[in-house]
């Protein structure tokens, strides 16, 4: 069981609940979850909580995350986009958790899970059409028409654009949970290969170097793949705020 | 735990790679798909999602996000502050020079002014001065030459006397007798006029 690069992905029940008839427990990742939220949040509460006006090491960190996320929204969506911070400030620090969490042997990958990242990208995706049409109404579906394109060609890129639309909670969602996925998946392989390997003798050993060397590299690069993902989710949701506040805008 | 119908049909991929990674066999407590596409699981994944994202988001928007804000605001505040207090000492100095230049420039102005005084009265005292030496000197310069005039006054009337004396010896010597006074004065008289 343990080389099977699959196992790591299984959802495992902790404490059974039912409530009527459908599967509530509370599960590993559940329990992944609970730890996510309890890392990020305890992290930026401590490192706060000095309200230093000099920041020692861990309030930079928790400054430069917030000012990172803050220069990201101001670019990508406008100060009129500052008000969803909350939000992509939120999404920023819970997948990059989820994901630096997930780099832990034994430990489970909430983002691994095509469910919690389908549900985050949702909530991205719901956020732009409430808001959207809360604030512009009915022009917000401007969205799906480029200002400047002749009527003929209209017929042609409005359903495109409708299209794209649809893809983004997809392609959203699946970006995120295909990278942590296929990474573990990897990196597992290859792990297991280093102990297969080594349990055939002398010749064994020497042929695990190979794999070893592999699977330590593949660790670095899955931590800045666990980062770059945090942050392509992020670049993306404000993208797609954008349109929600500027809706003729692009 | 049971396979229904719907997840076996619903991931038939997934199920082959389950075979390929030899997870089949061992895949039996759960329901046999490829873990993540599970929908048995979905429910309660999103249910604890939305519990622990909803928390964090609670966090994130009540405490956190307002706490960095106002701590990186403290800070901007204060820097500007600091800045308007360096911009307040600026122009304070700037007056302290301004008023040291003034009093310096008053200063200068008032040694000038004691200086051509002063340059001034030494001056008039000077000429005062030469002008009383030049007097003294001129007026002595023309007793100096009054008493030139006087001796040569003499001198003349003396030469008369001698040139009379004079001719009246060289006329015995050169005719063995003696002229006239009265010729040989009209003729030194002319003489001297002549001369």
């Known amino acids: 069981m343990s080389n099977d690069p699959i196992h790591q992905f299984v959802v495992q029940k902790i404490v059974p609940i039912e409530i009527g008839g ?85 430990f489970f990958t909430v983002t691994s899970q095509i469910i919690v990242t389908f549900a985050l990208a949702l909530l991205v995706i719901g956020t732009v059409l409430v808001y959207g049409f809360y604030k512009h109404g009915l022009h917000f ?42 990474g573990h998946i990897t990196l597992k392989v290859f792990a297991g290969f280093v102990a297969s390997l080594g349990t055939l003798g002398a010749l064994g050993v020497g042929g695990a170097i190979l794999p070893l060397i592999m699977t330590v590299a593949l660790t670095g690069l899955e931590f800045l793949v666990a ?7 992020a670049v993306l949701t404000c993208m797609y705020l954008n349109d929600a506040v500027h809706p003729g805008g692009h | ?30 329901t046999g798909v490829f873990p993540p596409f599970d929908s048995t699981t979905f429910a ?23 706490r960095i804000g106002g701590i990186l605001e403290n800070r901007h505040d204060r820097i500007a502050q600091d800045l308007d207090e360096a911009g307040r000492l600026k122009a304070e100095a700037d007056a302290a020079i301004e008023t040291y230049e003034k009093e310096l420039a008053a200063a200068r102005a008032k040694a000038n002014t004691i200086a051509t005084t002063a340059r001034d009265a030494a001056k008039a005292k000077a000429d005062a001065d030469r002008a009383a030496v030049e007097a003294e000197l001129s007026g ?52 001297k006029q002549g001369a």
């Open chain 1, 141 to 182: 579906l401007q969205l799906f028409v480029p200002s400047g394109v002749p009527p003929l060609l209209l017929l042609l890129v409005v359903p495109i654009e409708i299209i794209s639309f649809l893809s983004r909670p997809i392609s959203l969602s699946v970006r995120l949970f295909a990278n942590m996925l296929a």
């Open chain 2, 140 to 191: 002595k310069l023309a007793a100096a030459e009054q008493h030139i005039a006087a001796i040569k006054a003499k001198a003349f009337a003396d030469v008369g006397a001698i040139a009379e004396d004079t001719a009246n010896t060289v006329v015995e010597e050169l005719i063995g007798q003696q002229a006239t006074q009265a010729d040989i004065s009209a003729a030194v008289a002319a003489a």
């Open chain 1, 22 to 106: 459908i599967d509530f427990s509370f599960t590993n990742a559940s329990l992944f979850m609970v730890a996510t939220v309890a890392a990020a949040s305890g992290f930026l509460y401590f490192a706060t909580s000095q309200r230093g006006l000099i920041p020692g090491r861990t309030q930079s960190v928790a400054e430069m995350s917030y000012e990172f996320i803050a220069s990201m929204l101001r670019e990508g969506a406008g100060s009129h986009g500052m008000k969803f911070f909350p939000l992509v400030f939120s999404l920023f620090m819970f997948v990059l958790t989820a994901n630096m969490l997930g780099m832990f042997p034994y």
């Open chain 1, 227 to 233: 980062f770059l993902q945090a942050y392509v989710f």
């Open chain 2, 44 to 66: 309660s994944q999103i249910l604890w999602l939305v519990i622990t994202f909803g928390l964090f988001y609670m966090l994130m928007k009540k405490v956190i996000v307002p």
């Open chain 2, 1 to 30: 735990m049971f396979v229904t119908p719907a997840y076996a049909e619903e991931t038939p991929a997934a199920g082959e790679t389950h075979t390929e990674t030899g997870v089949a066999h061992e895949a039996g407590h759960e």
